[in-house]
């Protein structure tokens, strides 16, 4: 472990003495911890150019700026510019985060490099979680979140300078909000917002326009009216990013290059491809644990099975270890684990024990964590993949890019020199893409078409994307935003329905199933499938005990399918938690009673914690937007109806053969092994998933009355009949 003075490594301490002595004792530990932050701050790369940098910001409305992995620039840049004056007339600098976990951990260390309390001065908000005040000067958020708060703002007014941080990684968010924050500057930097067309009887919009009438209309304005507008400062930041396309793109901005990085990462190649990568990660684990001095260790896979497979096989061979040996504890860290138990990766493990972190790409950029000297890189990642002529998406597993491998060897080396062991050979790497594919390339639409609705974007085709979408994939998403009526017949965002929808934070489809729900009186059972289906594998089967948990699993199947059985899940989860309320109060015992639950029942503990978290996160937008939390009770066909008026897009019909034609893109699928229909087989079903392995799989299914289609989605239906 490293040997700062952190009280991070610190359980072995002890310190002596009364409770006045016990208090000078935290008193110079706190001391010391900031002197030696402090000392580290001046080492980074970027502190020899800080006034250089804040030069550039202030004579460039657009900056890019290009870094070592751990130079400083996520931590740093906000703190310089703060400093140097940007947040004056109580202004924000806001710095965006593909991922939720790196915008929570930077903004705590920045809080605390800045000795102030989170949520004051520095401070992040990610969806579902805000921490920040009125105070707050350096504000840290998902670039998800900052497209949210362009709906109720639409000239981000209250922003100086906005950071795009990682923006190599491309997300669809990302690059939506590019577009956005062109237009955002481009007007702001114009002097005069006219107010003309302002409408009454649509008080909500109105047209800003400037000199060379070029206009941009955006919807909710009001809360800008009077806003006093100034210019807004634009930085793309990365340690991989292609400098030159961003420039092209932002209209020929300058780029920096931030040279050096603070501690050397060594970068080791295996001499054969690696067959088995999970079985590779597990050898080098163990090789690193008993041939390498100390450190923690980060290993990337690519998804929650592999990461559960992995802790499985880690600890039974953990047992095998010669006796003496340190152990090994292992911490899992991916998007669908709820966040404070992604927080487990960042705390330290017992004094003597080595940290392995198991983490998919969630852990790949930005992040520091304490600790990690060694980084394990197969070279493997789970990615999404679009088509949109079937309407098939699918998680495919792919080679990184160059630009993800330089990331997660930069994963270590950040407080001190590391190794990087990357499970193929050398000549490998020359082969990857410099840069991952633009998620929006390779995504369903629909959500960000609504979004972009939303905001006041009407053009979507027209829309200054930095790599347009396909034609057909937008033509798609508008067609299915019509047919689910969140769109007009001229395409407008229809009020209430898709202004609605936008509002929630959801797939377009499932946010309608959620409004419906209301009418259908099924709103707690929707929540609860809305919820369960945002989370990976409730079921749990291991290998070992596959008889035992498919008896487990058959307790809570319904024959009307896997939605039902679903709700039966989460149902039977609540009673064990109210019992336990009902014997005693403290939550770790209810939990643990829980987790017991789980294991008696095969259910996947994680998933299941997950899944409450998102049931109570959507539970409070529907309670906000009216909706009624009312239950069909045992009437499931209620509930099914709803799920056919929601779903009908999705909807598959058996064929004369015993596959199944799917109605919207007509092609043949198969019930996916792991649905309750799978034996049974009804004549027309309605799913979820769409899936390519090595068959066209539909997963999540109920059955349904043929009859239900052109009955309760007419405006589909009825015209193919
Ligand atoms: N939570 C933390 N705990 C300990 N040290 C940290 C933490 N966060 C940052 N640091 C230190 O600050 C350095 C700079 O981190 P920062 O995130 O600013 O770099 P960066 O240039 O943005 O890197 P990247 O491109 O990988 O995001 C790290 O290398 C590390 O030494």
Redesign the pocket.
Known sequence: MPSFP?GISSEGQKSGGGKLAQGDHKAQQALARRQW?LE??KS?P?ASVERRIVDEVRKNETLIIV???????????PQFLYNAGFCKDGKVIGITQPRRV?AV??A??VA?ECNVELGQKVGYSIRFEDVTSSSTRIKYMTDGLLLREALLDPYLSRYNVIIV??AHERTVHTDVLLGLLKNVQFARSRSTIKQHNFDNANANKYVVSDKEDKTQSFSTLRACQGAKLTSLKLII???SLDARGFSEYLGGAKAVH?QGR??PVDILYTYQPEPDYIDATLITIFQIHLEEGPGDILAFLTGQEEIEAVERLVHERGHQLPEGSQQIITVPIYSSLPSEQQMNA?KPVPYGFRKVILATNIAE??????GIKYVIDPGLVKARSYNPVTGMESLIIIPTSKAQAL?RS??A???GPGKCFRLYPESEFGKLVDSTVPEIKRCNLSNVVLQLKALGVDDIIGFDFMEKPSRMAIVKSLEQLLLLGALTDDYKLSDPIGCQMARLPLDPMYSKALILAGEFKCMEEMLIVVAMLSVESIFYFPREKMEEAKAARKRFSSPEGDHISLVNVYRASAECLEKSREATSKEKTIEKALNKWCRENFINYRSLRHARDVHSQIQGHVQQMGLSLSSCGDDMLQFRRCLTTSFFLNAALKQPDGSYRAMSSSQTVQIHPSSVLFRTRPECIIFNELVRTNQNYVRNLTRVDPLWLPELAPQYYAAEN
């Open positions: 952190n932050i580290q701050r980074l970027i870094g070592e992995t751990g130079s400083g620039k996520t931590t740093q840049l790196a951990t930077v705590k260390r605390e941080d990682e930041m990365s340690a931030i603070q501690h960042f950029t930005s992040v520091t964590i304490p990331q930069g994963r080396g950040r407080e």
